[in-house]
């Protein structure tokens, strides 16, 4: 069943550090269904905002919710590490404030027809970008067994990666990957259950084809160079995660961003030059309440981190 409706994460956590009240300009690098957005330009008439998405469905349902704001909304159709071209497409500098609320949106994983929930039975398709040509039944007809493997390990952190490999390329000598709930039940199977969590650990592996086929992780590298560039200083930038990998890459930047001089002690004195470029504001991520965490489950693993642009305006 299709729903058209996506609670948006963390709103007022969002608002605390962008403070869109006082005005500015803000990119919505991952603009979904606008939740977010309409928040943002309601906050002020002030507000300018480029949104972002890589989904048509996601962005037509945008352009719908954000009409009455008018010519204070910019939306592209592109991936986010792209930021760059679609601010200077609209004449824009620097920018007060970029917000990326990473992954899926529930409209996406409600709607089967779309193959990221292992929940309903649809196509094996999984693609965000509608445009691409490879779907993640292509990547389980088709990748070798040490490239599923590494997908396994490495995007969905299963132990028993080689083994699930292993028997997904058997099995499709026998018949291609269609349905997601053939795959799902398959992975169930052979996994199990995990010991703490109690979940069925296919969850994790359809976790993983998304991450592997929207190429995922590797467009959360490229962009948080060029927020930092685009970002005014005082500025601030709020990336919320809904699993540790993404997570590790936002605090690992934010820490790397955020130390000055990186030379050995023993250097009499500092020879790279290198200076913070970002104040963290969130020592640890940020959760859900327990209020939203009961409203909406979805919510439940989102971790927020935000941080300041420091240095010379
Ligand atoms: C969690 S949803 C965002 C929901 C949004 N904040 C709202 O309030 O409706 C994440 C969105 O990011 C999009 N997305 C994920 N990776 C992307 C990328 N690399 N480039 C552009 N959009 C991306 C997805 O298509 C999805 O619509």
Partial sequence: MTSPVHVPVMVAEVLGFLRPERGGRFIDATV??????????????????????RDDQALDAAAVRLERFGARVHLFRNVYSQMTSCVREVGWDRVDGVLLDLGVSSPQLDDARRGFSLRFDGPLDMRMDRAG??????LLNRESEEELTRIFREYGEEPQARRLARAVVRRRRERPWERTREFAEFAAAVLGRDRRSGLPRATRVFQALRIALNNELQELREVLDPCVELIRPGGRIVA????SLEDRIVKHFF???????????????????????????????????????????????????????????
């Fill in 240 to 243: 919320i995660s809904f699993h």
């Fill in 133 to 138: 040509r490879i779907t993640a039944a292509t």
């Fill in 32 to 53: 979904g269904f606008g939740a977010h957005a309409e928040a943002l330009l309601s906050a002020s008439p002030g507000v300018e905002l480029l949104g972002i998405d």
């Fill in 255 to 313: 820490r790397n961003r955020a130390r000055g001089c990186t030379c050995p002690e023993w250097f009499p004195e500092c020879r790279c030059g290198k200076k913070p470029t970002l104040k963290i504001l969130t020592r640890r991520p940020l959760r859900p309440g327990p209020a939203e965490e009961a409203r909406n489950r979805r919510a439940r693993p989102a971790r927020l981190r935000a941080a300041e642009k420091i240095g010379p305006a």
